[in-house]
């Protein structure tokens, strides 16, 4: 079992940069792919980016591209997504996700209550 706490969400102006951070409880933290994921009203949840269990692979989605960083601290059971540039389009609740691989992170084995980012124009 693995529990997943996400924070660091907040309202910024466009340009601006936040750091989320996802806090996982459980002895296994370390053998999971982890995830973010958005949602933004009236859309549908979206994977933002992915990192493997070693870090060595990542993903990340067109629009995120050159914008943002995802990272781990398995040492810390937290995983991260350095958020910079920000676009009003970006505001969303953003969501942490455990996966058993990579290849099955958009079908993620468990979820977090979701934090909310909001960018200003």
């Known amino acids: 079992q693995v529990h997943l706490v996400e924070s660091g969400g907040g309202l910024v102006q466009a340009g601006g940069s936040l750091r989320l951070s996802c806090a996982a409880s459980?002895?296994?933290?370390?053998?999971?792919?982890m995830g973010w994921f958005r949602q933004a009203p009236g859309k549908e949840r979206e994977l933002v980016a992915a990192?493997?269990?070693?870090?060595?692979?990542?993903y990340y989605t067109d629009s995120v591209k050159g914008r943002f960083t995802i990272s781990r601290d398995n040492a810390k059971n937290t995983v991260y997504l350095q958020m910079n540039s920000l676009k009003p389009e970006d505001t969303a609740v953003y969501y942490c996700?455990?996966?058993?691989?990579?290849?099955?992170?958009?079908?993620?084995?468990?979820w977090g209550q979701g934090t909310q980012v909001t960018v200003s124009s």
């Open positions: 990192i493997s269990w070693s870090g060595g692979d990542t």
């Open positions: 459980g002895r296994t933290f370390s053998s999971y792919a």
């Open positions: 996700a455990a996966a058993r691989t990579l290849t099955t992170i958009k079908s993620p084995n468990y």
